[in-house]
C-alpha cells in the first residue's frame, strides 16, 4: 500500500482505534477531497489489504471484523452529508452475494446511489435469493447492485443472477467487489444486462449516464 492517508487509516484500523480514524476520514474531507475519494482511495484500499492479510494469515478474523466494524461506523457518521437535495425518481436494491459476510463495499455503492439522488434499499448480507427475489417483486427497481468480497463464493453469485434473470429477464444487474481481482468477471459475460464496475468512479459515471435515461 502507497504511504499516506490510506496507510495511516490502516494502522488505526488495526489498532482498533476508531477516534484515530474517524479524524483521518472527516480530516481528508476537510482538504477538499469528496466522499468518493475518500470511499476509493482510503477506505477501499485499507480494507482491501486488511482482506489480504487475512488471507495471509497475518491477522486474525478477530483484527478483520474490528476494521470492517470501524469503516461502517464511519460511513454511517457521514451519510447524513451525503444525500442529494435533489431526488431522481430511480430505485436500487443492493445485497451481497449469499455466504457474503463483508458489506461495507457495497454499502458504499448504496452511499453512491443516494448522492445521485436515488433511492437505495441496502439490504446488506445474509438475505437468501429467494427473499430477495420477492423484495425486488415488492420494491420494483431500477437496478440491481450485487457485491462479491470472497471469490470461493463465486459460484453463489452466479447462481444468484441465474435466478434473478430468470425471475426479471430485463432488470439490470451491478455486480463488484475484492473478489473481482481475481478477473472473474469474464465469467459473467454469458448474462445479458449484467455489468461488473470496479471501482466508484466508473460507478458515477454509470449513475450519471442511467441519470439521463
Known amino acids: 500500500m502507497e504511504h499516506g492517508i490510506a496507510k495511516e487509516y490502516l494502522e488505526g484500523l488495526l489498532k482498533g482505534d476508531r477516534q484515530k480514524c474517524s ?3 472527516h480530516q481528508y474531507l476537510r482538504n477538499d477531497h469528496s466522499v468518493k475519494d475518500l470511499y476509493e482511495e482510503v477506505f477501499k484500499n485499507a480494507l482491501y489489504e486488511v482482506g489480504l492479510l487475512w488471507e495471509k494469515n497475518k491477522i486474525t478474523v478477530a483484527t478483520e471484523h474490528m476494521a470492517t466494524a470501524i469503516t461502517e461506523g464511519i460511513l454511517n457518521e457521514l451519510f447524513e452529508q451525503l444525500i442529494s ?3 431522481t425518481n430511480k430505485k436500487v436494491v443492493l445485497a451481497c452475494a449469499e455466504d457474503e459476510k463483508h458489506q461495507v463495499g457495497i454499502k458504499m455503492v448504496a452511499d453512491m446511489f443516494e448522492m445521485k439522488g436515488w433511492e437505495s434499499f ?3 448480507t ?3 435469493t429467494s427473499e430477495l427475489i420477492k423484495f425486488i417483486q415488492q420494491i420494483e427497481p431500477d437496478v440491481i447492485a450485487i457485491s462479491l468480497s470472497i471469490y470461493f463464493n463465486y459460484a453463489k453469485l452466479v447462481s444468484m ?3 434473478i434473470r430468470h425471475a426479471f429477464p430485463n432488470l439490470l444487474i451491478l455486480v463488484g467487489g475484492q473478489a473481482f481481482k481475481h478477473d472473474f468477471e469474464n465469467g459473467l459475460n454469458g448474462f445479458p444486462q449484467v455489468v461488473m464496475l470496479p471501482d466508484l468512479y466508473l460507478l458515477e459515471k454509470f449513475i450519471d449516464a442511467l441519470n439521463k435515461q
Open 23 to 25: 479524524d483521518l476520514a
Open 126 to 128: 445474509g438475505i437468501p
Open 161 to 163: 443472477i441465474e435466478a
Open 122 to 124: 441496502f439490504l446488506g
Open 85 to 87: 437535495i435533489e431526488r
